[in-house]
T-cell receptor, first 116, second 111 residues
């Protein structure tokens, strides 16, 4: 079974530039998550999708970050414009269903963003 | 607010046993997860506890006490490949099941 795919793996940009990340979840997984992991910290949820609808985006800095999940499969996360503090690894994860029980999330390899 | 605490770093030797503690104070609780993350890689699932008690899976065990807001991950017969960051995460009982992660414990195993 193929895992969660992400691209690019690495990205270096200058502040105020724009950047986009792409995620392809495991086939059949209805729920998709984007996390931000700053060096030395645990992952922090940015946004959660159930199929193509947003379940939770309370921690997404909406003035600069946006995300979409067209057709309930692939997802893109965009930052425009980027700030120095956006330097982090952006992890995409997926799970079978979003219910209130056991819900193992499978993570992709992440995109390491460096903002100069 | 949500708060999950775990030690920043731990060291141990091959063949030994190590216990990584995690305490949490969250607005809800619907289970506690442990993930392993090697440097530069994605987190991978280790264990899940929702009821009090010990869950054993090979060399790894995880314990939960909901009344104390406490969990630990026990690693036995340590191997060099166990050197990694171990993340404690809580699933809140709200709509959506996203995880709240601690900062992680970096375990270094030496020979």
């Amino acid at each position: 079974e193929a895992g969660v795919a992400q691209s690019p793996r690495y990205k270096i940009i200058e502040k105020r530039q724009s950047v986009a990340f792409w995620c392809n979840p495991i086939s059949g997984h209805a729920t998709l998550y984007w996390y931000q992991q700053i060096l030395g910290q645990g992952p922090k949820l940015l946004i959660q999708f159930q199929n193509n609808g947003v379940v939770d985006d309370s921690q997404l800095p909406k003035d600069r970050f946006s995300a979409e999940r067209l057709k309930g499969v692939d997802s893109t996360l965009k930052i425009q414009p980027a700030k120095l503090e956006d330097s982090a690894v952006y992890l995409c994860a997926s799970s079978l269903v979003a219910d209130r029980g056991y819900n193992e999330q499978f993570f992709g390899p992440g995109t390491r963003l460096t903002v100069l | 607010g949500q708060n999950i605490d775990q030690p920043t770093e731990m060291t141990a030797t091959e063949g030994a046993i190590v216990q990584i503690n995690c305490t949490y104070q969250t607005s809800g609780f619907n289970g506690l997860f442990w993930y392993q993350q090697h440097a530069g890689e994605a987190p991978t699932f280790l264990s899940y506890n929702v009821l009090d008690g010990l869950e054993e899976k090979g060399r790894f065990s995880s314990f939960l006490s909901r009344s104390k807001g406490y969990s630990y991950l026990l690693l036995k017969e340590l191997q060099m490949k166990d050197s990694a960051s171990y993340l404690c995460a809580v699933s809140l009982n709200q709509a959506g099941t996203a995880l709240i992660f601690g900062k992680g414990t970096t375990l270094s195993v030496s020979s």
